[in-house]
C-alpha cells in the first residue's frame, strides 16, 4: 500500500486547514517509507482523520490543531532523530512509532527529556512494563492478544497441542514469552516454539517438522510478506492443524486477505478493532478511514491513530501546551471513542484499561468477521480442519 502522499525522509507533513496563526502542534512519528511503510500508512489515515474531525468541531480551546508528522524510514536512529526535531519545534507531545523496535527506545528518549509519549500500535509488553512517567499507551500489549485468543480457543474446546513461530524482533519475542506462559497454564502441551530472523521466505522445512508433530493448533506472529508466505506455504506442506491462528500485525491487515487468497480462509486472527465493532460511530469511522486510504480497507492501526490523536487532544484541551501539565492530564483521560474507550491506567506503565480484552476474527469469505468474544461476536466460529 502506498502511503496517501508521497514524502522525503523526515518532511514536515500537516493535515490543517488553518495557517500557523492560532494553531496547535503536536508530533508524530512513523513509518512512511520503508518495512513498516503499509502500517504506517494506516497510521497516516487515523491521524488525518482525526485532526479533521477534531477542526470540525472547533478544534482545541478555539485553535485548530496541527500534526506535524515525521517519517523514521522504519528505522530506530532515524525516529530518534525525528523525535529530537519534534523536541526542539517545542511540541508538548508526540505520538508513535509503529513498530516495537522503535517504541520502546523512543519511549526511553521521550521520557529522558520529559515529554509525553502516546503509543498507538506498538505491542511489546516491556514498552509499558515497567514503563515510564511519560509513556501511555492506548492500544493493547501483546499479552492481550494471546490471552484472548487462547480464551477464544478454549471456548471451542477440542485443542490440546500447539505449535508457536513468531519473528525474531521485539513484538515476536513478546508473543513468544506470552505464549510459552500462558499456553501452559491453559492446559495446552507446546510441541514446538520457534522464532525466524527477518529475510527468511522459505518457511517450509519448519511447517513440515509442524506437520509431522501434528499439533491441534498453529500460533504465527509475523509481520506483512511473512504472514502472507506463511499462509501460502502452510497449503503447499499439507500442514493441517484444527485451527490456525495469527496473532494481529502482518495478518491484521486488509493487505493479508488481498496476498494470500483463499489460504488465508478460517485463520483465526487477534485485533483490537474491526469494522464490525459496537462501538457508537465505529461504522462512520470505517467510511472516513477508508476514504483517507483512497478506498483501501482500514486496519486496526487506522483505528489506534486515530484514538491515540483524540487523547492527545483531550490532554491538550485539559492541560494547555506545558509538556507536565499534558502528561498530568492523561493521567485523568476518560474517554469514549469510535475506537472503544481510552483510560490509563497505572499497572505496570500507564495502559489503557480498554486494551484488557481483545477481539478474535476469523477470515471467511475473504474478510475479517468478529468471532469472539460473544459479547462483540457478529458471527460464528468455521472449524473446517480436522
Given at each position: 500500500m502506498r502511503p496517501i502522499q508521497t514524502l522525503t525522509a523526515l518532511a514536515l507533513l500537516s493535515f490543517t486547514l488553518a495557517s500557523a496563526q492560532g494553531t496547535i502542534k503536536i508530533g508524530a512519528v512513523t513509518s512512511l517509507s520503508g518495512r513498516f511503510a503499509t502500517f504506517g500508512a494506516m497510521q497516516q489515515a487515523g491521524f488525518k482523520v482525526a485532526v479533521d474531525e477534531i477542526n470540525a468541531k472547533g478544534g482545541i480551546n478555539g485553535q485548530k490543531l496541527e500534526l506535524l508528522l515525521e517519517d523514521d524510514a522504519s528505522d530506530t536512529n532515524k525516529a530518534l532523530n525525528a523525535a529530537e526535531k519534534l523536541v526542539n519545534e517545542r511540541v508538548p507531545l508526540v505520538i508513535g512509532a509503529y513498530s516495537s523496535g522503535v517504541t520502546k527506545p523512543l519511549s526511553q528518549y521521550m521520557a529522558r527529556v520529559k515529554v509525553p509519549l502516546l503509543v498507538a500500535t506498538a505491542i511489546d509488553e516491556t514498552i509499558t512494563k515497567p514503563g515510564n512517567a511519560y509513556t501511555f499507551r492506548v492500544n493493547n500489549q501483546s499479552s492481550v492478544y494471546t490471552r484472548s485468543l487462547i480464551t477464544e480457543l478454549k471456548r471451542i474446546g477440542g485443542m490440546k497441542t500447539a505449535v508457536v513461530l513468531t519473528s525474531n524482533?521485539?513484538?515476536?519475542?513478546?508473543?513468544?514469552?506470552?505464549?510459552?506462559?500462558?499456553?501452559?497454564?491453559?492446559?495446552?502441551?507446546?510441541?514446538?516454539?520457534?522464532?525466524?530472523?527477518?529475510?527468511?521466505?522459505?518457511?517450509?522445512?519448519?511447517?513440515?517438522?509442524?506437520?509431522?508433530?501434528?499439533?491441534?493448533?498453529?500460533?504465527?506472529?509475523?509481520?506483512?510478506?511473512?504472514?502472507?508466505?506463511?499462509?501460502?506455504?502452510?497449503r503447499e506442506t499439507g500442514l493441517s492443524p484444527r485451527m490456525i491462528a495469527g496473532i494481529a500485525t502482518g495478518f491484521a491487515l486488509p493487505d493479508f486477505l488481498k496476498g494470500a487468497g483463499s489460504t488465508a480462509e478460517n485463520f483465526l486472527v487477534t485485533m483490537v478493532w474491526n469494522a464490525d465493532v459496537k462501538y457508537p460511530g465505529a461504522a462512520s469511522l470505517y467510511t472516513r478511514l477508508k476514504t483517507a486510504l483512497g478506498g483501501e480497507e482500514p486496519s486496526q492501526h487506522a483505528a489506534q491513530s486515530y484514538a491515540a490523536v483524540l487523547a492527545a487532544a483531550d490532554a491538550i484541551k485539559r492541560g494547555g501546551s506545558d509538556p507536565e501539565k499534558v502528561r498530568a492530564a492523561l493521567e485523568s483521560t476518560k474517554l469514549n471513542t469510535a475506537f472503544g474507550p481510552v483510560t490509563f491506567?497505572?499497572?505496570?506503565?500507564?495502559?489503557?484499561?480498554?486494551?484488557?480484552?481483545?477481539?478474535?476474527?476469523?477470515?471467511?469469505?475473504?474478510?475479517?468477521?468478529?468471532?469472539?468474544?460473544?459479547?462483540?461476536?457478529?458471527g460464528k466460529v468455521v472449524l473446517p480442519r480436522k
Open positions: 524482533d521485539a513484538f515476536g519475542k513478546s508473543v513468544l514469552t506470552d505464549a510459552t506462559k500462558l499456553l501452559p497454564a491453559a492446559g495446552f502441551t507446546v510441541l514446538s516454539k520457534d522464532t525466524y530472523d527477518k529475510g527468511l521466505t522459505d518457511f517450509r522445512p519448519l511447517l513440515n517438522r509442524y506437520k509431522g508433530q501434528n499439533p491441534d493448533v498453529v500460533i504465527f506472529a509475523s509481520y506483512e510478506e511473512d504472514a502472507v508466505a506463511l499462509a501460502k506455504q502452510v491506567r497505572d499497572y505496570a506503565g500507564y495502559q489503557n484499561q480498554n486494551s484488557v480484552v481483545g477481539l478474535i476474527t476469523q477470515v471467511q469469505g475473504g474478510k475479517f468477521v468478529t468471532v469472539g468474544p460473544a459479547s462483540a461476536a457478529t
